[in-house]
DNA sequence: CCAATACCATACGCCGGCGTATGTTATAGT
DNA sequence: ACTATAACATACGCCGGCGTATGGTATTGG
């Protein structure tokens, strides 16, 4: 329901329904909504046990060829309304907010390793990771209209190139 | 309440209530509460006059010299909270999203004309802005600690430099 | 001057969602 | 076999928000 509507759509008896049980039982598993609402962030957060961090790790080859293993990877996956929900929870909500700081200072720290290796200095590489870690925030966000996997592959192309032209 | 709390707070009796008036009232301004959500996307695009472009074509010198002009522009304006209250209602409703993409568009023409002006062609210039805007875009929608003026100053020379350093 | 219209208030019925109090069943330990 | 506890159901009271019906006031054109 976070995914599709958002949280204030999360409520306590259509959720119930949906699970085909009634809010008698929701209460002995939650103290109220509110603690529902609080428990989510967690939960969300540990669903990110980051399969791109973990892609990179497998992936063989200089810091540029591991860019290029999480652009593919990311192109490939289908895009994540989870991601989205949490997003715009965020931005009325400070405590998830901070939550999900947390997972985009990891997933911009693994890129920012990755410029790194590349040669870049801290904070050219710590820029850069911004530069690339946001279009991919925008790309989710603004995406109304689907894209293809194909023109996702070939912006992502066009990204590598554009960052890493300098280096090597 | 939109800015401060999302859409689904934007409820009828609490802004009366806001308003001083009664809701009584409300209904002589508006057929029911979706009628006024309906009449926001379009009341937000109008407010969306866009200083930016307005300021790029007072704006004399080369293209870089533009795009320069807005980095500093934007820099400057108080992270806008209208957009991202826009942004996380458009997740979830396509033609809020479709009206946001709207503006997104117009934006990112301006700056994918910069590009071209600074001798790029159509697809590259595309791109590039692209990369461009939703670095906006994630700025915005990332921040939850706000940012002093001067570090934001200093990414905006950052970014301009790496997105235009194989230009002039 | 008066009636039409614009604008606002009052008052009501309704429903969805919250939380609680209390029952019911199944399972496991002793 | 008995009880404790986990997991659910039932049933209620409450409130916030929606929409409607109706009444009031003030301004304005004829």
Redesign the pocket.
Known sequence: MLRECGVDHV??????ERL??????F???FK???DLLRSLPEFWARSQTDPVVAHVETTAGSAIDKMRAILEFIAREDPDRYDNAMRAWAIFDPEVAAAVAQIDDRRMATVRALFEGAGLNPDDAAFRARLWYFYDVGEHVTRDTPVSVEERLERAQHRLKLLTSDLD
């Open positions: 409520k306590v008896e259509p959720l119930a085909a049980v009634t809010k008698g039982s209460y002995w598993h109220n909504r509110n």
